[in-house]
């Protein structure tokens, strides 16, 4: 198995600003993944973030919006731009790797609960 | 249609009382998970599933690949239980979950 921490745990952000979500693992694995959480609902991938490859939306995400970062094995960045009150949700990250697991198992982060004033 | 689907969406108990949740889904899949959410947002795993049945402590989940759909027992319930419990697959094509839109508990000592 994995522990996944998460920074910041929480946040308080005004419209328009950004915030860049850190997630860090306690081994390497390929893949990481970052979901979204709107309140009452269930979980939506925003991307796949392997490392040394762009990272992969999913339809309804973009780029610009939810800049992804990968530097290394343990490491993992999401960035929310330009925020309205409608990007208030959990944000999740998960990793996957056959090192730490079965090729179907994720692991997951403690999340980040963003509320954007 | 969302390809995974959960019953009840909410669910209410008294202490000590058996707990069924239930997970139908439509697709191929070559796994099937049981998350747990509690309220601070994290998620836990609790069982993955291809075939069978599986037991751990007071939890029991069971597949029917026949019929495409999976239950998650709670014997003996306690508050500590109440949680938003979630259903994901991982379908035939690849590792990436697929998810129901989650059954929120609540155990009443």
């Known amino acids: 198995s994995a522990v996944i921490s998460q920074k910041p745990s929480r946040d308080i952000c005004q419209r328009g600003t950004s915030l860049t979500i850190q997630c860090q693992v306690d081994?390497?694995?390929?893949?990481m993944f970052w979901y979204r959480q709107q309140p009452g609902q269930s979980l939506t991938l925003i991307a796949t973030?392997?490392?040394?490859?762009?990272?992969?939306?999913e339809s309804g995400f973009v780029i610009d919006k939810f800049p992804i970062s990968r530097p290394n094995l343990t490491f993992s960045t999401l960035t929310v731009s330009n925020m309205s009150p409608e990007d208030s949700s959990i944000y999740l990250c998960s990793a996957s790797d056959r090192r730490i697991g079965s090729y179907n198992e994720q692991f997951f982060g403690p999340g980040t609960r963003l509320t954007v004033l | 249609k969302n390809e995974v689907e959960q019953s009840p969406q909410n669910l209410t108990a008294q202490e000590g009382e058996f707990i069924t949740i239930n997970c139908s889904y439509s697709v191929g899949i070559s796994a099937l998970h049981w998350l747990q959410q509690h309220p601070g947002g994290g998620i836990v795993s609790l069982f993955m599933?291809?075939?069978g049945k599986k037991k751990h402590g007071r939890l029991i989940a069971t597949i029917n690949i026949q019929e495409k759909h999976s239950s998650l027992h709670i014997t003996a319930s306690h508050p500590r239980d109440s949680a938003v419990y979630i259903c994901?697959?991982?379908?035939?094509?690849?590792?990436?979950?697929?998810f129901g839109t989650g059954t929120s508990l609540t155990v009443i000592p």
């Open positions: 081994s390497q694995v390929t893949m």
């Open positions: 994901a697959v991982n379908k035939n094509t690849g590792n990436q979950f697929y």
């Open positions: 973030a392997n490392q040394g490859s762009e990272a992969t939306y």
């Open positions: 599933l291809s075939s």
